[in-house]
DNA sequence: CGTTCCCGCCACCCG
DNA sequence: CGGGTGGCGGGAACG
C-alpha cells in the first residue's frame, strides 16, 4: 500500500490511493474534505456511525475527477460564489459522483468506441478500479452489462478485452431476436393488462390462466447470448455460471427493442424479468432487489447512450421507465444482403473499414440515428478528447502484452464484423425509426451531395484534415458521445422524434398552407411517441427502405427513400438466429404455433405517415440514400405485409375481417403526431437545409444546429445553449397554441384545426422565432384499447403549457392513459 | 416521503 | 484455501 496522497488530507481511513494517477485525469481536487472535520452535523454523525460499524475497515474516501468536479460546476454554478466564508455545502464526493453512471462514463472513456484490432484493447480490471478510484466491485458492475452486449469480453481473470461498438449492431441484432422468440411482446402486454385488472379489482384469478399461456409458458429461459463470432472466449475461465446481471442485462434491452415505443417501465421490466424464473410470485423484496439491479443496468445502458430515462404517467402517478435512444435495429438478415447493399453504399463507410485505424479514429462513427453533420468547431474539442484517450490508453498502467492466441481473436474477429456493421450504419438500422427517417433527410440535405454541401467552416476553426470525414455521407454525428464527451450530461436531452407525421389528409392542408414544405410518406412504427401496449404484429412488421428507386423527382417522395412496411417471417428470424441451445429447434414449430395463437389475440398496429421536410431538401440529391436501400429486407413473407399509412389499432382477427386495404390511408382518420422534440428538431433542419439548398454555399455554420447536435451528442446539456448569435433556436413547443383533439367524429373540423396548428408550427420554424428552453416531453396514451377497429383514431393535443399530448383512438379505455415524459 | 442506488457483506467458484 | 466474482439488500442521499 502506498498512501501517497497528494494532498496532505488526514483520511485516516483512506485506504488506498494509487499515487500514480493517470496523466489525463486530472488527480487534484479542488478542495478536500476531511471526513472527520466536524464541519457538519451530518459529518459528525457520520463518522460516528461509521466508526461505530463493525466495517469501518475500507471505508474508502476517494476523491473525485476533474470531469466530476465539472459536471459540478456545471450543476450549481452559482452556488460557487463565495458565500459565507468557506465551507461550501456537504463533502465533494456527493452521492451522485459516485454514481455508477459516472463511473461507466469514466470508463468509457478510456476506451474508443470503435477500437482498432490491433491495439491492444485490454482491460485489466485491477487497474481500471486503481485509476478510477474504486472498489473493483463497481467496476464489476460496468464491465458485466458490457459484457452483454459484447462490447467487452473476458479473457481470464481480471482481464477484458475491450470491443467497443464493433459488435453493437449484431448484439442487438440478436437480442432482438431471442426477444422476439420469447415473446417479450406479449409478456408486456399481459403484465400491462394485468395491471389495468386489478385496478378495477376485476378478478386477478384469471390472470393466472393468461399468464400461464404468455410468460411462464414455454420457459424458454434463455441463458447469455451469444454472437457468433463471440462465443469462444477464454473457455477456461468463463464457467461462471452467469445468472443475473449480464443476462438481466439482455434481457432488458431485449424488452426495448422489442416493444413497440421502445419505452419500458422499471415496473414491467422487473415483472416479467422476475416472472421468467418463477411464475408470479408477487414477492415484495424480490421485486424490490430486481428493481434495484435494473437501475444499475440502467445506468450503464444510459452512459452507453442506448437509453435513457423517462417518466411513465398513468392514473397511478408516474413511474420510471427507460426509452430506447439507441440505434434501431434491424431484423436480422442473412448475409446475402451484404453484397447488395456493399455495391450501393458510399463508399466511405465500406472501404475505410478496411483500414480500422479510420474507423477507430472517427470519434463520430456514423451510427444510426443522429446523423447530423459534425460541426468544425467539434473537431477540435473531439480531437483533444480522444487525444486524452489515447494517453490514458499509452499510459504506463497498462502494459499488458497481448499473446498471439488472443491477439488473433481480437483482430480475427473484427475484420468480418465491420463490413456488415458499417452497411448496417449506413442504411440506418432503423427504418422504422422517425427520427432516422428525419436525421437522414437532415442528412441528405448535408451530404448526400458534399459537392453541392458547403463544408461548414467554423470561424477560426478549421480542420483541414477532417474534411473527409465531412465529405462522407456516414461521418456524421453519432450518438457515441459517451466516449468522447468528458462531460457528464444529465440526460439526453433531445428526444427521439424529429418528424412530423400527418396523415395524407392532413397533408393535403398543410401542403396547402405552406407549400413550402414537402409531404413524405413515411412508415413509422414506432416513432410517434405513442405507446402502443399491443404492438405484436409490428415487431414482426419490418420496414423496408425502399422501393430503391424512388423517384427522386418525384417531389412528395424524392426527398427520402420510400418505405414500406413488410411483415417480417418468423421463419426468418428463426432460421437466422444461431443460439447456442440446440432446444430451440425442438420447439421451432411450437413457436410457430404459438405465435399464431398470440397473433389472434393481440393488437396490431399499422404505423405510418408523413414526414413534412422543406421543400428545399428536396432540391438536394437524396437519390443515391433511397436506392441504395433497396432491397435490404428480404420480405420473404407478407402475411400482414403493405405498406400502410396510419397507426392503427386493429386486431388481428379484425385484420382478417376487414380486409385492409393496401392504402390504408384512410383508416386513420388523422394521425399527426408532434413529440416536442420533434420540435426542436424541425429547425435545425430546416436551418441545415436552407443553408445548403438556398445558398449553395453557405458557410455559416448554423449557431442553433451547434447547440442543437451539442446537446443532442450529449456535449451540453439541454437548454443549454453555444454562445453564437441564435439564428434559429429551437422552437419551444409551445409554438404551438391550441390544443388539438381529434376525433373520428369530427374530423373535418379538426382536421383544419391540425392544419393550422401545423401551419402555426412550421411558420415558427422561421428565424424570428424567439427561442425557449426545451421542456420535457409529455405524450399521453391510451392504452388497451378496445378493439374498435379502423375508426380507432388517434389525436394529438398540445396544451398550452408546451406540453404536447398524443393520445390514440377515442375508444380506448380513458382510463389507461400513459404520459411519457422526458426530464 | 418516494425514488434512486451506493456500499460492501459474503456466498460462490475457480484455480 | 485464497482470491476473484458478483448476488443481494440495507439504508443513505437525493428530490
Given amino acids: ?293 435494473l437501475y444499475d443496468i440502467a445506468n450503464v445502458l444510459s452512459s452507453l447512450q442506448l437509453i435513457k430515462k423517462v417518466h411513465v404517467t398513468e392514473e397511478r402517478g408516474r413511474k420510471p421507465a427507460f426509452k430506447w435512444t439507441g440505434p434501431e435495429v434491424l431484423p436480422y438478415i442473412q448475409d446475402t444482403k451484404l453484397e447488395t447493399t456493399s455495391t450501393t453504399c458510399p463508399p466511405p463507410v465500406s472501404e475505410p473499414i478496411a483500414s480500422k485505424e479510420q474507423c477507430s479514429k472517427n470519434l463520430f462513427p456514423s451510427r444510426g440515428k443522429q446523423n447530423f453533420t459534425r460541426h468544425p468547431s467539434l473537431i477540435k474539442l473531439v480531437k483533444s478528447i480522444e487525444n486524452d484517450r489515447r494517453k490514458i490508453q499509452s499510459a504506463p498502467t497498462s502494459p499488458v502484452k497481448t499473446s498471439a492466441s488472443t491477439d488473433q481473436n481480437l483482430s480475427a474477429f473484427p475484420r468480418q464484423m465491420v463490413p456488415a456493421i458499417a452497411r448496417h450504419q449506413l442504411e440506418g438500422q432503423s427504418k422504422k425509426a422517425n427520427e432516422m427517417k428525419l436525421s437522414r433527410s437532415a442528412l441528405e440535405c448535408n451530404l448526400s451531395s458534399p459537392e453541392v454541401v458547403p463544408k461548414p467552416q467554423p470561424p477560426g476553426t478549421t480542420a483541414p484534415s477532417q474534411q473527409p470525414a465531412l465529405a462522407q455521407p456516414l461521418a456524421v454525428c453519432p450518438p457515441s458521445h459517451s466516449s468522447v464527451s468528458p462531460v457528464i450530461l444529465p440526460h439526453a436531452p433531445s428526444g427521439v422524434s424529429y418528424a412530423i407525421y400527418l396523415h395524407p389528409s392532413q397533408a393535403h392542408t398543410v401542403t396547402t398552407y405552406s407549400p413550402s414544405f414537402m409531404l413524405q410518406p413515411l412508415p413509422c412504427a414506432n416513432v410517434t411517441g405513442m405507446k402502443s401496449p399491443n404492438a405484436e404484429v409490428l415487431n414482426k412488421i419490418t420496414t423496408e427502405e425502399g422501393d430503391n428507386q424512388i423517384a427522386t423527382d418525384e417531389p412528395t417522395k424524392s426527398l427520402a427513400a420510400k418505405e414500406r412496411l413488410t411483415t417480417k417471417s418468423e421463419t426468418s428470424s428463426q432460421r437466422c438466429l444461431k443460439r447456442p441451445q440446440a432446444l430451440q429447434e425442438n420447439n421451432l414449430i411450437k413457436r410457430y404455433r404459438r405465435d399464431e395463437e398470440s397473433l389472434d389475440t393481440s393488437l396490431t398496429f399499422f404505423p405510418s405517415g408523413y414526414l413534412i421536410p422543406l421543400t428545399q431538401c428536396a432540391h438536394g440529391n437524396k437519390a443515391g440514400f433511397s436506392k441504395e436501400k433497396a432491397g435490404i429486407c428480404s420480405l420473404q413473407h407478407t402475411t400482414y405485409a403493405s405498406p400502410i399509412a396510419g397507426v392503427i389499432p386493429v386486431t388481428a382477427s379484425e385484420l382478417k375481417a376487414v380486409n385492409i386495404p393496401k392504402t390504408a390511408f384512410h383508416l386513420t382518420p388523422m394521425n399527426i403526431m408532434l413529440s416536442p422534440t420533434s420540435l426542436a428538431a424541425a429547425p435545425v433542419l430546416s436551418n441545415s437545409c436552407l443553408n445548403s439548398s438556398n445558398t449553395s454555399s453557405a458557410p455559416n455554420p448554423s449557431p442553433s444546429v451547434l447547440n442543437f447536435t451539442l446537446q443532442h451528442v450529449g456535449l451540453i446539456p439541454a437548454g443549454v445553449q453555444v454562445p453564437a448569435n441564435p439564428v434559429l433556436q429551437h422552437v419551444a413547443v409551445s409554438s404551438q397554441p391550441e390544443n388539438v383533439t381529434l376525433t373520428s367524429e369530427n374530423m373535418s373540423l379538426q382536421e383544419e384545426k391540425v392544419s393550422k396548428n401545423i401551419f402555426n408550427f412550421l411558420s415558427s420554424l422561421q428565424p424570428s422565432v424567439p427561442k425557449e428552453p426545451q421542456e420535457p416531453q409529455t405524450v399521453t396514451e391510451n392504452f388497451f384499447r378496445t378493439p374498435g377497429g379502423p375508426n380507432t383514431v388517434s389525436s394529438l393535443s398540445a396544451n398550452s403549457d408546451g406540453t404536447e399530448r398524443i393520445s390514440q383512438g377515442t375508444q380506448y379505455i380513458p382510463q389507461r392513459k400513459l404520459e411519457v415524459s422526458e426530464d
Fill in 1 to 293: 500500500k502506498t498512501p501517497l496522497k497528494q494532498a496532505a488530507t488526514s483520511h485516516s481511513v483512506l485506504t488506498e490511493l494509487q499515487p500514480d494517477c493517470q496523466p489525463l485525469t486530472t488527480p487534484p481536487k479542488p478542495k478536500e474534505i476531511l471526513p472527520a472535520d466536524p464541519w457538519t452535523p451530518t459529518s459528525n454523525l457520520k463518522m460516528l456511525i461509521s466508526a461505530a460499524s463493525p466495517e469501518i475497515r475500507s471505508r474508502e474516501q476517494r476523491r473525485e475527477l476533474s470531469n466530476n468536479a465539472r459536471e459540478v460546476l456545471q450543476a450549481k454554478p452559482c452556488l460557487q460564489e463565495h458565500l459565507s466564508g468557506d465551507e461550501y455545502e456537504k463533502s465533494q464526493p456527493s452521492r451522485k459522483e459516485k454514481s455508477l453512471g459516472l463511473l461507466c462514463h469514466k470508463f468509457l472513456a478510456r476506451y474508443p468506441d470503435y477500437p482498432s484490432p490491433a491495439a491492444n484493447n485490454y482491460i485489466c480490471l485491477d487497474e481500471v478500479a486503481e485509476e478510477l478510484n474504486v472498489e473493483r466491485r463497481r467496476i464489476y458492475d460496468i464491465v458485466n452489462v458490457l459484457e452483454s452486449l459484447h462490447m467487452v469480453s473476458r479473457l481470464a481473470k481480471n482481464r477484458y478485452a475491450w470491443h467497443g461498438r464493433h459488435n453493437l449492431s449484431k448484439t442487438l441484432q440478436a437480442l432482438k431476436k431471442v426477444g422476439e422468440e420469447n415473446k417479450y411482446t406479449q409478456q408486456i402486454q399481459m403484465i400491462k393488462k394485468r395491471e389495468y385488472e386489478h385496478e378495477f379489482d376485476l378478478d386477478g384469478e384469471r390472470n393466472e390462466e393468461m399468464a400461464r399461456s404468455f410468460g411462464s409458458n414455454e420457459h424458454s429461459e434463455m441463458s447469455f447470448v451469444e454472437l457468433p463470432g463471440m462465443e469462444f472466449r477464454a473457455a477456461s475461465v468463463n464457467s461462471r455460471k452467469d445468472k443475473s446481471l449480464r443476462v438481466m442485462s439482455q434481457k432488458f434491452v431485449m424488452l426495448f427493442l422489442v416493444s413497440t415505443p421502445q419505452i419500458v417501465s422499471l415496473e414491467v421490466a422487473a415483472k416479467i424479468l422476475i416472472g421468467e424464473d418463477q411464475l408470479e410470485d408477487l414477492d415484495k423484496s424480490k421485486f424490490k432487489t430486481k428493481i434495484r439491479r
